[in-house]
């Protein structure tokens, strides 16, 4: 489940600094400095609340027959 974070957040906020930051000739500079912000907040997000709520929502719908 990290493996998506490390895969998403630059991708994500690639697009993000793109469409709404508008960085001009820094591009890379921006985008740099929003995956350094945003990446541990995704990272502990996904490890410590998302994936085990989510494990436990399909634990609870698909039980082991």
Do not use: N
């Amino acid at each position: 489940s990290s493996m998506i974070v490390a895969l998403m957040c630059p991708t994500m906020s690639l697009i993000a600094t793109v469409l709404f930051a508008h960085p001009g000739s820094e591009v890379v500079a921006v985008w740099l400095q929003k995956y350094v912000l945003t990446f541990p907040m995704a990272f502990f997000w996904q490890l410590c609340f998302a994936g085990p709520f989510v494990r436990k929502v399909f634990g609870l719908l698909f039980r082991e027959k």
